[in-house]
């Protein structure tokens, strides 16, 4: 699933238009709550898609020092981001309805087919 790191960045988006700002770490646990995924995603990953969106100009960042403890990273959405959700969307909705045209013709061919076969 060579790619499949790559759908973080729409939930990262869709996330922080949600809530406005956020820590990574916030970001972290809504991410299981929104995956696109069953697949476990590695905090790493997270971080190197926020990274990205960053340089992409879809992010900004900066450090919250205020308050006890270390310094944290808040993370907040640009309009180039927004746009890019908008975009994300639009690709996952088309996605979606190939998806299930796919799986109604598969499960269709099955059918006439008798039993599926082991691989």
Not at 1 to 29: H, I
Not at 77 to 94: M, R, S, Y
Request: net charge negative; proline share 3%; aromatic share 8%.
């Amino acid at each position: 699933m060579g790619n499949l790191y790559r759908f973080v960045e729409p939930v990262l988006l869709f996330l922080l238009k949600k809530k406005g700002r956020a820590y990574g770490y916030e970001l972290a646990n809504d991410l299981r709550a929104h995956a696109l995924t069953d697949a476990e995603i590695e905090v790493a990953a997270l971080y190197r898609a926020l990274r990205q969106l960053e340089v992409n100009g879809c992010v900004t960042s900066e450090w919250d020092v205020e308050g006890s403890g270390p310094a944290r990273r808040v993370y907040t959405l640009t309009a180039h981001g927004e746009a890019h959700l908008e975009e994300w969307v639009t690709v996952l909705d088309h996605m979606s309805g190939s998806m299930q045209r796919f799986v109604g013709n598969a499960r269709s061919v099955m059918t006439r087919e008798g039993e599926p076969t082991q691989c």
